[in-house]
């Protein structure tokens, strides 16, 4: 008996302790969110500004940050990764789930370094959802609604009721509301290329223009820019993609057991077998997220 005896009195120490310490109170619980930290002038979570360089918050799942013309923020969770949060920028927490993590950028720009799980980490804009695939990435939303984003880092996806743009390091993808992500592109290429491709994405509205400058993307493709022609495959006209086809093959050779036939039908596992040739990264990992999160695939607007 005696050793029962020791255990409830320790067990009775300990609860004397807590008792002191605590004021009879339980101890605090940590509210699933993002650590924020004032990085210049002052930001505010809600109607709280976060007050000195060094002042710091907590962002909780429904609220809103907000970052003034003079005003910088750093957003941080250790599962997670890291945010920087430019100045005029408004952005709301929607979700901390044990498998997903889910912020909506309202406007303004936003420097993101994510080391959590690919996939669980995802951003709405007004015109896309982005989805960090293992990466670092600059966000960018206009009052417009418009949107850019830049990877340096790994790889991105963008993606709009079943539209997909997939945007590896060095470079950028341009979206626009109604219309979604607009092609992929490196940022390197030739500003020829580049301004037929935005005609192309966002501005023609006949086939005469739409193949015109299709015409100016395909002249002008590099063998690096086999990104960009990939996902032209499904988005030109059906009776131009054997031209995007043939230009793209001798930059990136289709595995043997992708076929013409099948690329111009647009099987999808054609498609994704030829992807992984290009020497970005592994499409299952999309493919994946695609499965556990298609509730995920459309924007959730700020009420």
């Known amino acids: 008996?005696?050793?029962?005896?020791?255990?409830?009195?320790?067990?009775?120490?300990?609860?004397?302790?807590?008792?002191v310490v605590y004021g009879g109170k339980p101890a605090p619980t940590t509210v699933a969110g993002w650590d924020v930290s004032s990085v210049e002038g002052t930001?505010?979570?809600?109607?709280?500004?976060?007050?000195?360089?060094?002042g710091t918050g907590r962002l909780g799942v429904g609220q809103m940050l907000e970052t003034d013309s003079?005003?910088?923020?750093?957003?941080?969770?250790?599962?997670?990764?890291?945010i920087k949060v430019d100045p005029s920028t408004r952005l709301r927490l929607l979700d901390m789930g044990s498998g997903l993590k889910r912020i909506a950028l309202d406007r303004g720009t936003i420097h993101t370094y994510i080391w959590g799980p690919p996939g669980q980490f995802v951003v709405d804009t007004p015109s896309a959802v982005t989805v960090d695939l293992g990466c670092a990435y600059s966000l960018h939303v206009?009052?417009?609604?418009?949107?850019?984003?830049?990877?340096?880092?790994?790889?991105?996806?963008?993606?709009?009721?079943?539209h997909e743009s997939f945007i590896p390091a060095g470079a950028a993808c341009a979206?626009?509301?109604?219309?979604?992500p607009g092609t992929p592109y490196f940022e390197d290429a030739s500003a020829e290329f580049?301004?037929?491709?935005?005609?192309?994405?966002?501005?023609?509205?006949?086939s005469e223009q739409r193949a015109g400058d299709l015409a100016i993307v395909l002249a002008e493709a590099r063998k690096r820019d086999?990104?960009?022609?990939?996902h032209l495959l499904a988005r030109v006209d059906e009776g131009k993609r054997v031209l995007v086809y043939d230009r793209l093959r001798p930059f990136a050779p289709p595995p043997a057991s992708v076929t013409k036939e099948g690329i111009l039908r647009l099987d999808r596992t054609m498609l994704d077998l030829w992807w992984n040739e290009l020497g970005f990264d592994d499409i299952s990992v999309w493919r994946h997220w695609e499965r556990s999160w298609s509730g995920a695939g459309k924007p959730v607007r700020e009420k």
């Open 194 to 206: 580049r301004a037929a491709l935005t005609r192309f994405d966002f501005e023609d509205s006949t």
């Open 1 to 19: 008996m005696v050793p029962a005896v020791a255990a409830a009195a320790t067990v009775a120490a300990i609860l004397v302790v807590t008792f």
């Open 142 to 162: 206009e009052d417009s609604g418009a949107g850019m984003v830049r990877t340096s880092l790994g790889w991105v996806g963008f993606k709009l009721n079943g």
């Open 70 to 82: 003079h005003s910088r923020a750093s957003l941080q969770a250790d599962e997670i990764g890291q």
């Open 43 to 54: 930001p505010r979570i809600g109607r709280k500004p976060i007050l000195g360089k060094e």
């Open 226 to 230: 086999a990104l960009t022609l990939w």
């Open 175 to 180: 979206t626009r509301p109604k219309v979604g």
